[in-house]
């Protein structure tokens, strides 16, 4: 279930580059990197680009199965399987790290009556109150586990319906632009609302990496086009590209770089958009031509430390912030500030990522293994190979 996938290898590597990505912000926030007037605050202050990467990744994942097996005429893979393959891979660990965080940090509103069913029925992220409580973090699990129950609701009504299904991204993108304009449009600063937190406001990202899980499938079968070639041999071209709308969104639209700060409709969208691109053009190497060509495939990407800290990556997601609390109270805020950040990343990065892997090995892994409980049916074991091991939904919080 979390075993490497089969088909794309190098996802796992993503995965790591995201959580580290977001580790860095909530380490730049304590320790004072995301204050006006600090150097590098515009890149630092947009890390939070990790939450887009992980979406992309959910959508092409995921979808992919569901694109291929349409495909070959196969029958849609099975619902009940899916959901218990991702009920089994987000509820077990992530009740556990709420359960032991929300005791260890005193954040006894998680144990109430209204709190166990915000916190531990994934809908924190419906009310201003609770957003950013329990496993701060876990709004964005929330929007994950909104998205894996849309999932196979929309793949059986793109069977029924006949639309191609690149055209159904079209459709999903769309909705998410439109869903955030009534929200954004006239307010200045765009108010913190759920509507901007729930699943309809991402959808956009998730059509992204849904367009290239279809284009894919497409591109399997009749071969790679030729203007798209030359990143099947240059990879770092798509690195490129992502880096070009990292800069823009960093430097480009108005924004100083503060995670929270207020911004305008246009900054707003400019920046949501520009999320999608980046990681757009971080995927892309990960799932286009050959995973052993190019320097960033074979050196970066398949370098086993970041494989392996993908591996773990939704452990060091669901633990990172508890481990940041942990240090801080431990006195590690008293040491040098120009060093602070440095060390509390690593020392953060070092402990989260020795409890995810504790949590995996010994408890993760062992309950991944009633997947066998379920018989995916025959759609399910045509999809065999496919890389269904869902990413780590991560994001700040």
Not at 65 to 93: K, M
């Amino acid at each position: 279930m979390n075993a490497r996938a089969e088909r794309f290898p190098l996802m796992d590597s993503l995965r790591a580059i995201a959580a580290l990505s977001v580790v860095a912000i909530h380490v730049a926030l304590p320790s004072g990197r995301l204050n006006p007037g600090v150097g590098g605050i515009r890149y630092v202050g947009r890390l939070d680009v990790g939450v887009a990467v992980f979406f992309l990744i959910s959508g092409f994942l995921l979808y992919r199965p569901f694109v291929r097996a349409r495909a070959l005429g196969e029958p849609q893979p099975s619902t009940l399987a899916y959901l218990w393959r991702r009920a089994l891979r987000i509820v077990p660990a992530y009740w556990l790290a709420l359960t032991i965080s929300a005791l260890a940090l005193g954040t006894p509103h998680v144990f109430t009556g209204r709190g166990l069913w915000t916190y531990y029925g994934f809908a924190q992220i419906y009310s201003n109150v609770s957003d950013i409580g329990g496993i701060s973090q876990a709004w964005t699990l929330d929007v994950e586990v909104t998205f894996y129950l849309l999932l196979p609701v929309w793949a059986w009504l793109m069977r029924r319906s006949r639309m191609p299904d690149l055209a159904g991204c079209v459709v999903l993108f769309v909705a998410g632009v439109a869903w955030k304009v009534p929200f954004v449009a006239g307010h200045d600063p765009v108010p913190a609302t759920w509507a901007l937190r729930a699943l309809p406001a991402f959808l956009d990202h998730f059509a992204l990496g849904m367009g290239l899980a279809v284009l894919s499938v497409r591109w399997q079968r009749d071969g790679l086009p030729r203007p798209l070639r030359v990143l099947d041999r240059r990879p770092g071209l798509a690195w490129l590209f992502a880096a070009v709308a990292f800069w823009a969104v960093s430097t480009r639209i108005g924004l100083s770089g503060q995670l929270f700060e207020p911004v305008n409709p246009h900054e707003f969208m400019l920046r949501h958009e520009l999320y999608g691109l980046v990681g757009l053009g971080m995927i892309v190497p990960a799932v286009l031509g050959d995973p052993a060509r190019g320097f960033l495939r074979r050196r970066v990407l398949a370098n086993r430390g970041l494989l392996w800290i993908g591996l773990l990556s939704y452990g060091v997601y669901l633990w990172h912030q508890t481990v940041v609390r942990w240090l801080l109270d431990l006195g590690i805020g008293d040491v040098d500030q120009h060093v602070l950040p440095v060390v509390l990343f690593a020392a953060a990065v070092a402990l989260a990522t020795a409890i995810a892997a504790v949590s995996y090995y010994a408890f993760e892994r062992p309950i991944l293994s009633l997947k066998r409980l379920v018989d995916p049916g025959r759609g399910g074991r045509a999809a065999t190979g496919e890389a269904i091991a869902e990413p780590a939904p991560v994001a700040p919080g």
